[in-house]
């Protein structure tokens, strides 16, 4: 993924640094300093981180229960522990 503030460039967008986007909840779900380093997150209806990634090509994912409990987790160095439901 390419830093928003590129896409803002390209549109021709003015912007200033940092780059903040909250979700409706006021999660932030994506952030971009102005050394070009940025991360974006993504969750689920209850709140629960599910995603996230950030410019040095880290992600991780996540699962939960009903219950908020973790099921499962992954990440970009090949990480897993539970079983994935969106198979």
């Known amino acids: 993924?390419?830093?928003?503030?590129?896409?803002?460039?390209?549109?021709?967008?003015?912007?200033?640094?940092?780059?903040?986007?909250?979700?409706?909840?006021?999660?932030?779900?994506?952030?971009?300093?102005?050394?070009?380093?940025?991360?974006?997150?993504?969750?689920?209806?209850?709140?629960?981180?599910t995603y996230s990634e950030n410019s040095q090509g880290f992600w991780q994912k996540q699962e939960y229960d009903s219950d908020g409990k973790q099921t499962y987790y992954e990440n970009s160095y090949g990480d897993k522990e539970g079983t994935p439901t969106s198979i």
């Open 1 to 49: 993924m390419k830093p928003l503030s590129e896409t803002y460039k390209e549109l021709r967008i003015e912007f200033t640094f940092p780059i903040e986007i909250r979700n409706s909840n006021g999660r932030r779900t994506y952030y971009e300093g102005s050394d070009r380093h940025w991360f974006r997150r993504e969750y689920d209806f209850n709140g629960n981180k």
